[in-house]
């Protein structure tokens, strides 16, 4: 791995591409009930947490997928009407990066999640846009997990695939998980998606574009039980490095940038 300065600058070369694309909410569902244009001059902190560490002090070295990096401050800038979500080679062999959530300020049950992003063309990363249940009272995943957007970092080919999820069933290691995936001619870091789940009673849908390319129903599951109806779930937002879906960090890994133009919420009223 070459080496990298201590924290790269904030990223100047997209602002360009940062015009806010309507979603097919936009004129459907109202106004949202969260949302997030990073409009301001720095990340807001009523909307968001700015996780750090590197998931030991949780009993979670590695954030329980054996990543590399460990999460700070500094890995996370608005500039440009834009987020950004940095991974850099920081100080002595410490790869730097970012993680936030809405954890205690924000969750919902049900509705229409949704992101615009710019996914980075490295590889060795594993961008996600996520949700976990509020107020956690059981061991993961016995109240579930819902991945909005993945993307393995493994292969070239692999940048041309984004997947969704959910994680449920029984705790570790007899846990269980659904995944649908899209796949496009060229890798989605060539330009911005919109990346969405619908989410209503019994059902989860997975859209790119407003294009959907996932369902899965509670029926789907049986006989592992559905807790998507249980409880409001929180947003997350990360750049791991490595680890299990982000394969081997090399020497193109970093710097890296994961983009966020916006980060809407709608409740479920206006979903088919």
């Known amino acids: 791995m070459t080496a990298m300065l201590a924290k790269p600058c904030a990223l100047v070369l997209f602002l360009a591409s940062s015009v806010a694309l309507a979603s097919a909410a936009d004129g459907q569902c109202g106004a949202p009930t969260f949302a997030d244009e990073f409009d301001a001059a720095?990340?807001?902190?009523?909307?968001?947490?700015?996780?750090?560490?590197?998931?030991c002090e949780l009993n979670l070295c590695g954030w329980g997928n054996n990543e590399q990096q460990v999460y700070n401050r500094e890995a996370a800038v608005v500039q440009g009407g834009m987020l950004q979500l940095m991974a850099y080679q920081a100080t002595g062999k410490q790869i730097a990066s970012a993680r936030l959530t809405t954890e205690g300020?924000?969750?919902?049950?049900?509705?229409?999640?949704?992101?615009?992003?710019?996914?980075?063309?490295?590889?060795?990363?594993?961008?996600?846009?996520?949700?976990?249940?509020?107020?956690?009272?059981?061991?993961?995943p016995l109240e579930g997990e819902i991945?909005?957007?993945?993307?393995?970092?493994?292969?070239?080919?692999?940048?041309?695939?984004?997947?969704?999820a959910i994680h449920f069933g029984e705790k570790w290691p007899n846990n269980t998980h659904y995944s649908e995936s899209i796949t496009r001619p060229t890798p989605f870091a060539d330009r911005w998606h919109v990346y969405a789940i619908e989410w209503r009673e019994g059902v989860i849908?997975?859209?790119?574009?407003?294009?959907?390319?996932?369902e899965v129903r509670r029926a789907d599951i049986?006989?592992?039980?559905?807790?998507?109806?249980?409880?409001?779930f929180y947003i997350i937002l990360n750049l791991a490095v490595g680890g299990t879906l982000g394969g081997d960090v090399v020497e193109e890994t970093l710097p890296a940038w994961m983009l966020v133009d916006y980060v809407r919420v709608y409740d479920g009223s206006c979903l088919s």
């Open 147 to 164: 991945d909005i957007l993945e993307q393995k970092g493994f292969s070239r080919e692999s940048k041309r695939e984004v997947l969704g």
């Open 105 to 140: 300020k924000f969750s919902q049950r049900y509705g229409r999640f949704e992101a615009r992003m710019k996914l980075p063309p490295n590889l060795g990363l594993w961008p996600a846009f996520w949700l976990l249940p509020a107020d956690k009272q059981q061991v993961w």
């Open 222 to 232: 049986a006989p592992h039980r559905w807790p998507f109806d249980d409880k409001p």
């Open 205 to 214: 849908r997975w859209f790119v574009d407003d294009k959907q390319y996932g």
């Open 42 to 55: 720095q990340l807001d902190s009523a909307r968001w947490n700015v996780v750090t560490g590197d998931g």
